[in-house]
T-cell receptor, first 110, second 117 residues
Framework: EDKVVQSPLSLVVHEGDTVTLNCSYE??????LLWYKQEKKAPTFLFML????IEKKSGRLSSILDKKELFSILNITATQTGDSAVYLC??????????FGKGTRLSVIA | KAGVTQTPRYLIKTRGQQVTLSCSPI?????VSWYQQTPGQGLQFLFE???????NKGNFPGRFSGRQFSNSRSEMNVSTLELGDSALYLC????FGSGTGAKDEQYFGPGTRLTVT
């Protein structure tokens, strides 16, 4: 059974800190890994990583994929209170639906 | 482009009733997936539709059903509601869904918060 595990489950940091969120996976036929940010409502898409795109960056957020070690990290630099959210990692294997991890709850305090 | 829309946004029902939720995908997207989100279980896949055909189904009882129309809009139905069905129901659209295609990005709607009393 495909599995996605995120760590830590929750994290509290101060504004300005840098954080690293982890996502490890076990799937039979890896196709893509996606990161989402969920505040009070729907998850919003952040990045998609595939075999042909193992590193993505957007402003203070960046993500890398290690296909050999089967994990991805999401980095947020110079955190702000607006970064407080649950960050979800999802993996697609072959033609099956996305499998989501339980998420990491990030709290950024001023 | 308009995003994914879901209606209604909030719903309160009593045990034993049935409910229908609606989702309109992003224009041009042909795949719609439904998820149930609860604090304990996280995001769990319900089903996926592509071009009016159910492509994948999650591990939920037969009380949960869905369909997709020719304009890609989708509905899901839950019959004989139970207290445990209280959850946020999310719909997500993508170009191809789990089918072959480089565009795997899936975009979520705001969700329908269902409370069963």
């Amino acid at each position: 059974e495909d599995k996605v595990v995120q760590s830590p489950l929750s994290l509290v940091v101060h504004e300005g800190d840098t954080v690293t969120l982890n996502c490890s996976y076990e799937v039979t036929n890896f196709r893509s890994l996606l990161w989402y940010k969920q505040e009070k409502k729907a998850p919003t898409f952040l990045f998609m990583l595939t075999s042909s795109g193992i590193e993505k960056k957007s402003g203070r957020l960046s993500s890398i994929l290690d296909k050999k070690e089967l994990f991805s990290i999401l980095n947020i630099t110079a955190t702000q209170t607006g970064d407080s959210a649950v960050y979800l990692c999802a993996v697609r294997s072959g033609n099956t639906p996305l499998v989501f991890g339980k998420g990491t709850r990030l709290s950024v305090i001023a | 482009k308009a995003g994914v829309t879901q209606t209604p946004r909030y719903l309160i029902k009593t045990r034993g009733q049935q409910v229908t939720l609606s989702c309109s995908p992003i224009s041009g997207h042909r795949s719609v997936s439904w998820y149930q989100q609860t604090p304990g279980q996280g995001l769990q896949f319900l089903f996926e539709y592509f071009s009016e055909t159910q492509r994948n189904k999650g591990n939920f009882p037969g009380r949960f059903s869905g369909r997709q129309f020719s304009n890609s809009r989708s509905e899901m139905n839950v019959s004989t509601l139970e207290l445990g069905d209280s959850a946020l129901y999310l719909c997500a659209s993508s170009l191809f869904g789990s089918g072959t295609g480089a565009k795997d990005e899936q975009y979520f709607g705001p969700g329908t918060r269902l409370t069963v009393t």
